[in-house]
């Protein structure tokens, strides 16, 4: 079998190029390695969406994994582990099996960003997370701490509210760096509490995580915490890619303003790839851009 177009990823980006592609009535075989909508399916609550005052985050992404699939977009869960550009058909090697098309759409977003330090790895589902909506849950009436500045961790600690007995947001600036949120949000984090200016340094525990050392302006302290919720931001997992595509020096995709990648008939959009906003519109709009261009050079 050999498709029109294969795009790896389904999260917004992946969707959307789907949802394009399929409308030119190009066959379309989407592989993701996990959940359908990415990223957008495990947060609580979106309000900088076009078209939504607030939505939740998995229903956004029910409804462009609906529609894509309404289209006639096929789906498989598989993990892509090379690409073969060497002939005219590229060749999409993954974990199950391999796949061939016509072009290829890499949608492959991002994955979380550790704080390596010294107890990180060890507590990793003994209290560290980096899902709050993932979670959250096991955390009921408990002390958590939040690690980070920009809007995920806001997004992290209004879930939270609802679910532990204290939030702490710890952030290593002097304040938080929101671009989807407006100072209006501080109202709704009532529940939250802040630490500015703080590093953690250390997670500390026996089976279970107990506290952390966090250096701040006026010294070390230990936080007693039950539970840590990383959120310092994201990082591609394109290792598979290297020496096949262009990369810059963080591993994203480096493209053109037409989603083209260093390859013929291989684009890439969405968090993977060098643009300069990352967010859910930005993605839509680069998985649109990345389906019209392949269907224009097919």
């Known amino acids: 079998m050999i498709y029109d177009i294969v795009i790896v990823g389904g999260g917004p980006a992946g969707l959307t190029a789907a949802i394009y592609a399929r409308r030119a009535n190009k066959r379309v075989l989407v592989?993701?390695?996990?959940?359908y909508g990415g990223q957008v399916a495990v947060i609580s609550e979106i309000e900088n969406y076009p078209g939504f005052l607030s939505i939740q985050g998995p229903e956004l992404a029910t409804i462009l994994y609906s529609q894509a699939k309404k289209l006639g977009a096929e789906f498989v869960h598989d993990n892509m582990l090379s690409l073969d550009v060497s002939g005219q058909i590229k060749k999409v090697v993954c974990k199950k099996a391999s796949y061939e098309a016509h072009a290829v759409i890499l949608a492959l977003g991002s994955m979380s960003r550790e704080l390596n330090v010294e107890?990180?790895?060890?507590?990793i589902g003994s209290g560290v997370s980096y899902c709050a909506t993932c979670d959250g849950n096991f955390f009921k009436g408990k002390k958590v701490a939040v690690i980070g500045s920009g809007d995920s961790a806001v997004a992290s600690a209004l879930y939270l509210q609802s679910l532990a007995s204290e939030v702490v947001i710890i952030s290593k600036y002097p304040?938080?760096?929101l671009k989807a949120y407006t100072p209006e949000i501080f109202k709704r984090l009532n529940k939250t509490s802040f630490m500015y200016s703080a590093n953690v340094k250390s997670i500390n525990g026996d089976e279970k995580v107990t506290s952390m050392t966090v250096a701040?302006?006026?010294g070390s302290l230990e936080v007693p915490v039950d539970g840590i919720f990383v959120t310092i931001g994201r990082k591609p997992d394109t290792h598979m890619l290297e020496g096949t595509l262009k990369l810059d020096k963080l591993g994203f995709i480096e493209v053109d303003e037409s989603m083209h990648t260093s390859q013929e008939n291989v684009y890439a959009c969405g968090d993977v790839a060098t643009i300069k906003l990352k967010q859910i519109v930005t993605a839509?709009?680069?998985g649109a851009v990345a389906a019209t261009e392949a269907i224009k050079n097919l």
């Open 31 to 35: 592989v993701e390695r996990a959940l």
């Open 216 to 218: 701040t302006e006026s």
């Open 175 to 177: 304040q938080l760096k």
């Open 284 to 286: 839509v709009a680069g």
């Open 119 to 123: 107890g990180e790895k060890k507590y």
